[in-house]
């Protein structure tokens, strides 16, 4: 029967690849895209370019914003932007409205019942959206726990995945110098 665990000498550090996604984050910042603000879309109504141009202003202070994020971020603007407009509606006709009610030859008969907004069904789908794009951008506290600062925000925290390359490399430089001379 074989020895348990793994292969002698398996788990030896190799020197990382320049192709690496590792190396590529921490020679850029970490991220392959241009760190800052897009340019706001020319489509943009006015009130998804009030929610623009605060969300963008956060995502700066936070150091999590790329011109990558634009199209991403305008969806989410137009999402909040619907969002509040329906919220408005629905603030001004109640939660309930009143719908006439008609006979089955399809005549009014001068009566009302009280039903369900049916734009509750579309703010229960645009507060989803808004959900998942907030997700996607790093704007949820959950999501924010897992996203990584870019440009300036980021040399706050370094990567300790490059500074052990670096102190690899660094040992292996004076290695090859002491025994070179």
Same mark, same amino acid.
């Given at each position: 029967m074989g020895a348990r665990g793994p292969k002698p000498g398996m788990?030896?550090?190799?020197?990382? &690849? $320049? #192709?690496?996604?590792?190396? $590529?984050? #921490? =020679?850029?910042?970490?991220? /392959?895209? !241009?760190i800052g603000a897009p340019s706001m879309p020319k489509h943009l109504g006015k009130p998804a370019r009030v929610v623009w141009k605060r969300t963008v202003t956060e995502m700066e202070k936070a150091g999590t914003l790329t011109h990558a994020d634009r199209d991403i971020l305008a969806a989410y603007c137009? @999402?909040? =932007?619907?969002?509040? !407009? *329906? #919220? =408005? /509606?629905?603030? @001004?006709?109640? *939660?309930?409205?009143?719908? &006439?009610?008609?006979? /089955?030859?399809?005549? +009014?008969?001068? %009566? !009302?019942? *009280?039903?369900?907004?049916? @734009?509750?069904?579309? /703010? =229960?789908? +645009? +507060?989803?959206?808004?959900? %998942? *794009? @907030?997700?996607e951008l790093g704007l949820t506290p959950a999501a924010r726990s897992r996203v990584t600062p870019t440009g300036e925000a980021a040399g706050k925290k370094p990567n300790a995945v490059a500074a052990i390359r670096d102190r690899i490399q660094a040992a292996r430089a004076n290695a090859s110098t002491a025994t070179a001379g």
């Open positions: 788990w030896k550090m190799r020197p990382m &690849p $320049a #192709s690496s996604p590792v190396f $590529a984050k #921490s =020679a850029t910042g970490g991220t /392959r895209h !241009t137009v @999402a909040v =932007a619907d969002l509040e !407009t *329906l #919220s =408005a /509606r629905i603030d @001004a006709d109640g *939660l309930m409205i009143d719908t &006439p009610t008609v006979d /089955r030859n399809g005549k +009014l008969t001068g %009566q !009302t019942v *009280l039903k369900m907004h049916p @734009a509750l069904k579309w /703010r =229960a789908d +645009l +507060l989803n959206k808004v959900k %998942q *794009l @907030a997700g």
